[in-house]
């Protein structure tokens, strides 16, 4: 279980930075700076969610 929830953040992660890296824009940047921050917040609160039940 722990394992395929790796794979899946490393896949989320290789997504998003194939994202960022089509922005030069520091502002952006920064924007997707923030909502990869939010995204994995998400997936936290979603993997903590799961195993609490």
Known sequence: MET???KCLEK???LIKAKG???NN???RFYLN???IKILLIFI???RK???N
């Open 4 to 6: 395929f929830l790796i």
């Open 12 to 14: 989320m992660w290789i």
């Open 21 to 23: 890296n089509q922005f």
């Open 26 to 28: 520091t502002h952006k």
């Open 34 to 36: 923030f909502h990869k």
């Open 45 to 47: 609160h979603l993997i």
């Open 50 to 52: 799961y195993f609490d």
